[in-house]
């Protein structure tokens, strides 16, 4: 079973930036899609961004134009680059193979005041 370990999360001012980090287990992370999730207590996980084993990304629209998703498959890692923070962002971030979920992880907290 992979294993997924999100960080990089904190306390930042609306306006800041953070870059999350998610490193796989497991030999077969280059082809997977994957995927940052966000939830915030009482609501559901929604996908914020993804990238193909490939490298195409998408992003949710409320998160267009100031996230950005990457990947370093000799690290297994994948990125979340997160700019001009909003306190809507607000969530406990999560990474995970998208359409085929791995069992979650921890997930890294994200507060940003306003």
């Known amino acids: 079973q992979v294993q997924l370990v999100e960080s990089g999360g904190g306390l930042v001012q609306a306006g800041g930036s953070l870059r999350l980090s998610c490193t796989a287990s497991g030999s077969a992370f280059s082809t997977y899609p994957m995927g940052w999730y966000r939830q915030v207590p009482g609501k559901q996980r929604e996908l914020a961004a993804a990238?193909?084993?490939?490298?195409?990304?998408n992003y949710a629209g409320s998160v267009k134009g100031r996230f950005t998703i990457s990947r370093d498959n000799a690290k297994n890692t994948v990125y979340l680059q997160m700019g001009s923070l909003k306190p809507e962002d607000t969530a406990v971030y999560y990474c995970?193979?998208?359409?085929?979920?791995?069992?979650w992880g921890q997930g890294t907290q994200v507060t940003v005041s306003s």
């Open positions: 990238i193909t084993s490939s490298g195409t990304t």
């Open positions: 995970n193979r998208v359409a085929a979920p791995f069992r």
